[in-house]
């Protein structure tokens, strides 16, 4: 298996540009997750979906991003417009839908904004 | 809600030193807990993990117990080695989802 796989690996773009960041989960997993990594902040949770339905938003920052999933092999996560506070490496993870499967986690997006 | 508290760092050892990490975590159920590491440049991924009172986990020569009596899921290694140098995340879920929490991070530095 390919593991998780994350595009692109960096991002470098200017204030009040549309980013999308892109993850392919291991198939078979019915759980995606989105994070933030700073060092500021640490590992946030933005958002995750089960059996591609978003079940817990409330880590999502403001209306500036948003996350879809159209597929069980899909998933992209906007920012519109970037600021440079959004300035972070962004992982995505998958599991299997039970509590006590691990995540496996993507080599992440290290977004900078200028 | 769950949470994760665990030692902050950096911390830094010698080579063949005796390693530990406090975790600690509040949880209102029953969760499975987990260490993940993070090496430069790349996700985090499962070192060990523990889903009931008293499991041990192990892995590389790394252990952790999981203790309901002291909420506690420390992590420890008798031996570090420079190839350990990384960061170390503790993290729970609960049992009924899939909402896994972590900690801060404890950045580990081993020296030869």
């Known amino acids: 298996d390919a593991g998780v796989i994350q595009s692109p690996r960096h991002e470098v773009t200017e204030m009040g540009q549309e980013v999308t960041l892109r993850c392919k989960p291991i198939s078979g997993h019915n759980s995606l997750f989105w994070y933030r990594q700073t060092m500021m902040r640490g590992l946030e949770l933005l958002i995750y979906f089960n059996n591609n339905v978003p079940i817990d938003d409330s880590g999502m920052p403001e209306d500036r991003f948003s996350a879809k999933m159209p597929n069980a092999s899909f998933s992209t996560l906007k920012i519109q417009p970037s600021e440079p506070r959004d300035s972070a490496v962004y992982f995505c993870?998958?599991?299997?839908?039970?509590?006590?499967?691990?995540?496996?986690f993507g080599n992440g997006t290290r977004l900078t904004v200028t | 809600g769950n949470s994760v508290t665990q030692m902050e760092g950096p911390v830094t050892l010698s080579e063949e030193a005796f390693l530990t990490i406090n975790c600690t975590y509040t949880a209102t159920g029953y969760p499975s807990l987990f260490w993940y590491v993070q090496y430069p440049g790349e996700g985090l991924q499962l070192l060990l993990k523990a889903t009931k009172a008293d499991d041990k986990g192990s892995n590389k020569g790394f252990e952790a117990t999981y203790r309901k009596e002291t909420t506690s899921f420390h992590l420890e290694k008798g031996s570090v080695q420079v190839s350990d140098s990384a960061v170390y995340f503790c993290a729970l879920s609960d049992r009924g989802n899939n909402d896994m929490r972590f900690g801060a991070g404890t950045r580990l530095t081993v020296k030869p």
């Open positions: 993870a998958s599991s299997p839908r039970r509590g006590d499967s691990p995540l496996h």
